[in-house]
């Protein structure tokens, strides 16, 4: 009943949408969507650049899949930098910190390529944005005492990632 009032209410403009991660202490955090979305963005940059190769420029197909294409890796990259910031914001405390003072130059780095990534369409600066998000992954599950593992994605672009060593 409360969920049907809230949302009669959000209809009629009386209530404003939220959304967050995470800003109650839930302890859900996990870098693989991270990762899988640095990978997308690399991928659609591989998409863009065969289609640039065997279609021609002026073909509505190409521009269509370009223009997919494009907000794939842009939503990609944008989600890259959003995630980062919440778990450096959210998780990383003090101990933390203290033990990787590097992250706080490594989250940098990472709001960096991902907006040269969002700017145009480098694979060399996707490429480096996957290797960055591996090197932040290893670092928030070294805090948590996990183990990880680098290995060849089974998926285009098959690029190393890391994963958590269960």
Not at 77 to 92: E, L, N, R, S, T
Not at 95 to 120: C, F, N, R, T
Request: include cysteine.
């Amino acid at each position: 009943m409360l969920h049907s009032l809230l949302s009669r209410a959000h209809r009629h403009g009386l209530v404003s949408s939220a959304e967050a991660h995470c800003d109650i202490p839930c302890k859900i955090y996990d870098t693989a969507p991270i990762t899988v979305a640095a990978l997308t963005v690399v991928r659609m940059i591989d998409v863009l650049e065969d289609w640039r190769k065997h279609r021609p420029e002026d073909d509505v197909a190409f521009m269509n899949t370009v223009a997919r294409a494009v907000a794939q890796k842009e939503e990609h990259a944008a989600y890259v930098k959003d995630a980062v910031v919440v778990i450096w914001g959210d998780y990383f405390k003090a101990p933390q910190i203290e033990k990787y003072p590097q992250i706080h130059g490594l989250v940098h780095d990472i709001m960096l390529k991902g907006s040269a990534v969002k700017q145009g369409v480098n694979r060399d600066d996707a490429v480096k944005l996957v290797e960055l998000v591996n090197e932040f992954a290893e670092i928030f599950w070294a805090t948590k005492g996990v183990k990880t593992k680098r290995a060849v994605c089974p998926y285009p672009p098959s690029l190393e990632v890391v994963y958590v060593d269960l």
